[in-house]
C-alpha cells in the first residue's frame, strides 16, 4: 500500500498581492487541497471576514501563542509593525492531505523551514 503523501504549498507574495485569492482558487481546483488561515493584528481591510480571510486578534493574544509550545505556532512576521501567524491548522494531515498558505516574502524561508521537518515524507511546494 502506497503510503499518502501529504503537501504545503507556500503562495507568497507582498501585502494586498493577491495570495489569498490565489490560495482560493487552488484550493477550488486541487483535490482535497484547504487553505490555511492565519492570524494578523492588523485591522481587517475593506471586505474581510473574520475567520475567512484572517482572524484578526490584538499583540498579546499573538505573543502568548508563540510562547505557547503547544501553540503550534512556528512562524511569524513584522510587516509594517503588524503580526501575521500561520494557525496551528497549517500542518496536512490524513484528514486534509494538502494545505495551501498564502504567506508574505519577508517570512517565506522561516515558514519553510520551520515547517519542512513537520511534514515528514511530504513535499512543500512554493507557487510562482
Known amino acids: 500500500m502506497t503510503e499518502r503523501v501529504r503537501n504545503l504549498h507556500l503562495i507568497p507574495g507582498v501585502s494586498a ?26 485591522p481587517p481591510r475593506d471586505g474581510e471576514v473574520e475567520g475567512r480571510d484572517y482572524y484578526f486578534r490584538d499583540a498579546e493574544h499573538h505573543e502568548k501563542m508563540m510562547a505557547n509550545p503547544q501553540g503550534g505556532w512556528k512562524s511569524s512576521d513584522i510587516g509594517f509593525y503588524k503580526y501575521y501567524s500561520p494557525d496551528s491548522n497549517v500542518i496536512p494531515t490524513d484528514k ?11 517570512a ?11 511534514i515528514g515524507d511530504g513535499l512543500i511546494t512554493i507557487v510562482p
Open 108 to 118: 517565506l524561508r522561516d515558514v519553510e523551514r520551520d515547517y519542512r521537518p513537520v
Open 96 to 106: 486534509t492531505p494538502v494545505r495551501i498558505l498564502p504567506v508574505a516574502y519577508s
Open 17 to 42: 498581492s493577491g495570495k489569498t485569492t490565489m490560495a482560493r482558487y487552488m484550493s477550488g481546483v486541487v483535490a482535497g487541497a484547504e487553505v490555511s488561515i492565519g492570524y494578523t493584528t492588523r
